[in-house]
């Protein structure tokens, strides 16, 4: 009779699951960091140029102010609280990364579309 069982045959096969870490996000870090900070960038990009063509810092600030924080966070918001929500009703698994950083990607796809257009 063989007696050589592998380590993890007395164990319930839940337990041999619940050890092997889970992957909890498809979008590496890396790249929800690097859109964040791309966003911030797109975001910031006119305004020294707005400067160095003489228009009043008092605007320009005052335009910033409600721009740069709509992109760089109100865009991310809604997605990460779309897919809160979608967990909750619709009993989806969209973990948070990865609703930031279609945030971030849709910010800066849409920032990069209106430079093109005012340009």
Known sequence: MNTNKPPHASVPPDSVNSRVPR?????????????AV???VLSLAGYGFRLM???DVETVLRH??????AF?????????????LLNKVKGMHIETRNALTLGWLT???AMLW???TYS
């Open 23 to 35: 992957q909890r996000s498809l979008v590496p870090k890396g790249i929800t960091i690097g859109l």
């Open 38 to 40: 791309f966003a911030l």
């Open 53 to 55: 063509l003489g228009e």
């Open 64 to 69: 910033a102010a409600v721009i740069v924080p």
């Open 72 to 84: 760089v966070l109100g865009i991310p918001l809604f997605f990460w609280l779309s897919s809160r």
């Open 107 to 109: 910010a800066c796809v």
């Open 114 to 116: 209106l430079m093109g």
